[in-house]
């Protein structure tokens, strides 16, 4: 099945996109067409619930984990043009069989924010696409990229709607899953996140454990010094869901480091650096707090970093924040 991008003429062709636009509107319309289908069969299929095990970062895995997993292993292997896969439920790098295996190295998250399932929030596939840098066998260390060398990277959301955000590194476009047509359909073309926006992302239920720098930030927004509205909060706790409402709306999503998790939550290359590359092509900002996520060099596939993403206005007020305490310090 080939998702073709649809309807009048001014939209843009899959074809004209180069392999990268093939690749990723080829395999992750399938899946998005396909997860979002697993969603609504729930008590027909009984795909909702735990499988009994948790994956390899110590999250409790869902029967869809699993189903979606194996449905986006088996699509790219499948469309002949990778050869690395680096997946959230696998402790290992899958590498492609030498009879299906191409030139690129591909990083995702099958279902993020699979905590959700069970009470029908808006869950989401991630993920980020590299090329291989060496002629040598295909291994784990090819993955070990830092995001700037990303060639295509999105996400898809399965919410109200079924919508796949794509970057090919020229701007962020958005597609919208016709279920009658069964195809793509171009909504937003080279979307721009806003400069500033009203609103805020966190688990404030970690508050006890912030730094000095977050709890200085949130204060800012909560009781605003120079007499301007508080900013809302948000959080629906997927971070697909979080981060295109952040996108659409502009504002600020944060999982910072803290006590309990010094090295940040978030694993690196298929939830940060994807996400990160998105809001950058946007023009927003994506840092750890010290650097942009995109300049980290990976040490390994499920390295943890702290995640700060948004409209640039706001991600600067908070990184104002972290310089002045660590001046202080």
């Known amino acids: 099945m080939l998702a073709a991008l649809s309807a009048s003429s001014k939209l843009q062709p899959a074809a004209s996109w ?3 636009g093939r690749l990723v509107l080829t395999t992750w319309a399938v899946g998005s067409a396909s997860g979002l289908g697993s969603n609504h069969t729930g008590a027909r299929g009984r795909r909702f619930g735990i499988a009994g095990t948790v994956n390899v970062t110590g999250d409790e895995v869902k029967k869809l984990d699993v189903l979606s997993n194996s449905l986006v292993i088996n699509m790219l292997q499948s469309s002949y043009s990778t050869c690395v896969l680096v997946t ?5 790098a899958i590498i492609t069989p030498k009879d299906k295996r191409g030139k690129y190295v ?4 099958p279902l993020d924010g699979s905590s959700n399932i069970d009470c029908l929030a808006p869950i989401g596939t991630i993920f980020a696409i590299y090329k291989k840098e060496t002629d040598d ?8 990229q830092p995001g700037r060398n990303i060639v295509a990277a999105g996400y898809a959301l399965y919410g109200s709607a079924t919508l796949v955000a794509l970057s090919t590194g020229q701007g962020v476009d958005c597609f919208m899953l016709d279920p009658g047509l069964g195809e793509f359909i171009l909504v937003d073309r080279d979307v721009k996140i806003k400069k500033k926006g009203k609103v805020y992302s966190l688990n404030e239920g970690y508050a006890k454990y912030f730094d000095p720098a977050m709890t200085e930030y949130l204060q800012k927004k909560k009781f605003p010094e120079d007499g301007s509205s508080p900013y809302g909060a948000r959080y629906v706790g997927s971070m697909v869901a979080d981060v295109h409402r952040t996108l659409m709306y502009g504002g600020i999503f944060m999982y910072p480091a803290n006590q309990k ?4 939550k978030l694993r ?3 939830e940060c650096n994807p996400m990160a590359f998105i809001i950058e092509q946007a023009g927003g900002i994506a840092t750890t707090g010290t650097e942009a996520v ?3 060099k990976p040490e390994n596939i499920h390295q943890r970093v702290p995640f700060i993403l948004g409209s640039p206005d706001d991600v600067k007020e908070y990184l104002a924040c972290v310089q002045k305490h660590q001046k202080s310090s």
């Open 137 to 144: 066998e295909p291994s784990e260390k090819d993955a070990l």
């Open 18 to 20: 180069g392999c990268w």
């Open 88 to 92: 959230e439920e696998n402790k290992e």
């Open 268 to 270: 690196l290359l298929y």
């Open 106 to 109: 591909v990083c995702f998250d």
């Open 294 to 296: 995109l300049d980290v």
């Open 261 to 264: 998790s010094p090295k940040g």
